[in-house]
């Protein structure tokens, strides 16, 4: 099954909610680190949680060119298309 | 914001968490009495935060065999094992180590963080996968980044985790390097290294094992994890330091690949430093022979280790898994920890205090590491300003 960038979209911002407080609005434009608060560690730990959800490697590496939440799921799509 | 700007971000950071007048970060120690005692301005403190597991800092045969060495050639070597910092005490101690684990060939590193960047980079580059424990230390991430190689994580001590990575690696599990840790330096548990090298002969993967806290530990000569789970024949490149259980400084590598010696011609951090000094290299020396035949100070080590943390289990702090000479005391908060950091510094007794994002998961570590140095009435004195504290900070 193809999986398109908006579903990739919205099953990783349902997975970011769980990493911010309840009333953050999530938004493609939203910055991971300055507005969800996602440090360092915790990026490292949501990068194993994205693997498992969408059965991919992301390789650390990637992560330099991630900033908002749009960039993650551009590389996720990415990733996901290069495996089909 | 300018280079300089980030720097002083950093430093309101760390106001913003530390009280104003108390090093927390590099003490001041003005005078070392012996391996395990010290004194930081007025007073004398009891050292259980340094990686001194076999108290061999002040052993005779390692200071004589320093003192030798400096008198016969001198304060350093100025120049890389590449160039003129090969002597034969830096080649004797190859062969030694490379005895000491049965194997091939050894190689000695500046410092056991090189020896780290050296192997990873040495053996992984682009295109190629470095697979590691989420746990790892910083040596081991920097090695990665050197390697330029595509750096995946898998769960602490989770090898169900990491098959599931090599799993989706596909055939790119064939040039990937396992990485993970003796004794791991934060919570102080063990790899689960049986099902470890099981997965890794199914994926045809290579794997390297950091001994670093691990050395003069575990196994019955203290070759570590390898020697306590007789599971040498399955890990492919061990790494370790000198500057733990051996008291001086610098870093190897042993292993049964021929290949191992290339290493010396295409790994940065190997070429481009200057070689231990020889005195540096004498007492390693002298203190692999001591850690060798070391079974009775690893029985005093475990006893200490173990009288320690049943003490603090008891207490009621929450530990890492696993009884062992690093014994992490996991606190919810920076500032609990930092009391009760501050709280044995003003009983006398050092340990280490890491916080985030040094700390595993978020949290925030006491760390304590015990010496075969340290007698049973040291360890129940530390458990008894344990209980005290808890009492105080946690009512
Ligand atoms: C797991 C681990 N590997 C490597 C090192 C680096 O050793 P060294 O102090 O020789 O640079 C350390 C020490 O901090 C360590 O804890």
């Given at each position: 099954?193809a999986?398109d960038?908006?579903?990739?979209?919205?099953?990783?911002?349902?997975?970011?909610?769980?990493?911010?407080?309840?009333?953050?609005v999530?938004?493609?434009?939203?910055?991971?680190?300055n507005?969800?608060?996602?440090?360092?560690?915790?990026?490292?730990n949501?990068?194993?949680?994205?693997?498992?959800?969408?059965?991919?490697?992301?390789?650390?590496?990637?992560?330099?060119?991630?900033?908002?939440?749009?960039?993650?799921?551009?590389?996720?799509?990415?990733?996901?298309?290069?495996?089909q | 914001?300018?280079?300089?700007?980030?720097?002083?971000?950093?430093?309101?950071?760390?106001k913003?968490?530390?009280?104003?007048g108390?090093?927390v970060?590099?003490?001041?120690?003005?005078?070392v009495?012996s391996a395990?005692?010290?004194?930081?301005?007025?007073?004398?403190?009891?050292?259980?935060?340094?990686?001194?597991?076999?108290?061999?800092?002040?052993?005779?045969?390692?200071l004589?065999?320093?003192?030798?060495?400096?008198?016969?050639?001198?304060?350093?070597?100025?120049?890389?094992?590449?160039?003129?910092?090969?002597?034969?005490?830096?080649?004797?101690?190859?062969?030694?180590?490379?005895e000491?684990?049965?194997?091939?060939?050894?190689?000695?590193?500046?410092?056991?963080?090189?020896?780290?960047?050296?192997?990873?980079?040495?053996?992984?580059?682009?295109?190629d996968?470095?697979?590691?424990?989420?746990?790892s230390?910083?040596?081991?991430y920097?090695?990665c980044?050197?390697s330029?190689?595509?750096?995946?994580?898998?769960?602490?001590?989770d090898?169900?985790?990491?098959?599931?990575?090599?799993?989706?690696?596909?055939?790119?599990?064939?040039?990937?390097?396992?990485?993970?840790?003796?004794?791991?330096?934060?919570?102080?548990?063990?790899?689960?290294?049986?099902?470890?090298?099981?997965?890794k002969?199914?994926?045809?993967?290579?794997?390297?094992?950091?001994?670093?806290?691990s050395?003069?530990?575990?196994?019955?000569?203290?070759?570590?994890?390898?020697?306590?789970?007789?599971?040498?024949?399955?890990?492919?490149?061990?790494?370790?330091?000198?500057?733990?259980?051996?008291?001086?400084?610098?870093?190897?590598?042993?292993?049964?690949?021929?290949?191992?010696?290339?290493?010396?011609?295409?790994?940065?951090?190997?070429?481009?430093?200057?070689?231990?000094?020889?005195?540096?290299?004498?007492?390693?020396?002298?203190?692999?022979?001591?850690?060798?035949?070391?079974?009775?100070?690893?029985?005093?080590?475990?006893?200490?280790?173990?009288?320690?943390?049943?003490?603090?289990?008891?207490?009621?702090?929450?530990?890492?898994?696993?009884?062992?000479?690093?014994?992490?005391?996991?606190?919810?908060?920076?500032?609990?920890?930092?009391?009760?950091?501050?709280?044995?510094?003003?009983?006398?007794?050092?340990?280490?205090?890491?916080?985030?994002?040094?700390?595993?998961?978020?949290?925030a570590l006491?760390?304590?590491?015990?010496?075969?140095a340290h007698?049973?009435?040291?360890?129940?004195?530390?458990?008894?300003?344990?209980?005290?504290?808890?009492?105080?900070?946690?009512?």
């Amino acid at each position: 099954m193809a999986t398109d960038y908006s579903d990739i979209l919205s099953r990783l911002c349902f997975h970011l909610k769980q990493f911010s407080s309840p009333d953050v609005v999530i938004a493609p434009e939203t910055d991971l680190i300055n507005e969800l608060a996602i440090d360092s560690v915790k990026l490292l730990n949501l990068v194993m949680e994205i693997e498992d959800e969408f059965d991919i490697s992301v390789p650390l590496n990637a992560l330099a060119d991630v900033q908002t939440v749009h960039d993650l799921a551009n590389l996720i799509h990415h990733i996901k298309s290069a495996k089909q | 914001m300018s280079l300089l700007d980030k720097l002083d971000a950093v430093a309101a950071a760390r106001k913003a968490l530390l009280p104003e007048g108390l090093d927390v970060f590099g003490m001041p120690i003005e005078e070392v009495y012996s391996a395990t005692e010290a004194r930081v301005g007025d007073r004398r403190i009891l050292f259980l935060g340094t990686n001194n597991y076999l108290g061999l800092t002040f052993a005779p045969e390692c200071l004589k065999a320093a003192h030798e060495a400096l008198d016969k050639e001198g304060t350093g070597t100025t120049g890389s094992r590449m160039a003129n910092g090969s002597y034969s005490g830096h080649r004797a101690l190859e062969r030694e180590f490379a005895e000491f684990y049965h194997c091939h060939s050894g190689i000695v590193f500046t410092t056991g963080y090189q020896a780290n960047l050296a192997m990873i980079s040495g053996l992984a580059g682009a295109g190629d996968v470095v697979l590691i424990d989420g746990d790892s230390h910083a040596s081991i991430y920097d090695g990665c980044r050197l390697s330029g190689a595509e750096i995946i994580r898998f769960r602490h001590n989770d090898v169900a985790d990491m098959e599931k990575r090599l799993r989706r690696l596909g055939e790119r599990s064939q040039s990937t390097l396992i990485v993970a840790e003796g004794i791991y330096s934060m919570l102080g548990d063990q790899a689960p290294l049986a099902e470890i090298v099981r997965v890794k002969n199914a994926y045809n993967s290579i794997l390297l094992l950091d001994e670093a806290h691990s050395l003069g530990v575990l196994g019955k000569t203290g070759q570590g994890l390898v020697e306590e789970t007789g599971l040498i024949d399955g890990v492919d490149f061990i790494t370790g330091t000198f500057s733990k259980s051996l008291g001086s400084i610098g870093g190897y590598c042993v292993s049964n690949h021929p290949q191992l010696d290339q290493l010396r011609y295409i790994s940065r951090p190997y070429i481009f430093t200057a070689s231990p000094s020889p005195a540096t290299i004498a007492s390693a020396r002298a203190a692999l022979k001591l850690l060798r035949d070391g079974t009775e100070l690893r029985r005093q080590l475990w006893q200490n280790s173990r009288q320690l943390y049943a003490r603090l289990d008891a207490l009621g702090y929450q530990l890492g898994p696993q009884p062992g000479p690093v014994i992490a005391n996991i606190l919810d908060s920076p500032q609990q920890a930092l009391m009760l950091w501050k709280g044995l510094l003003d009983h006398g007794i050092y340990v280490n205090l890491i916080l985030p994002p040094a700390a595993p998961e978020g949290k925030a570590l006491v760390r304590c590491s015990v010496s075969a140095a340290h007698t049973s009435e040291q360890m129940d004195h530390v458990g008894n300003v344990f209980a005290e504290l808890r009492k105080s900070i946690f009512q």
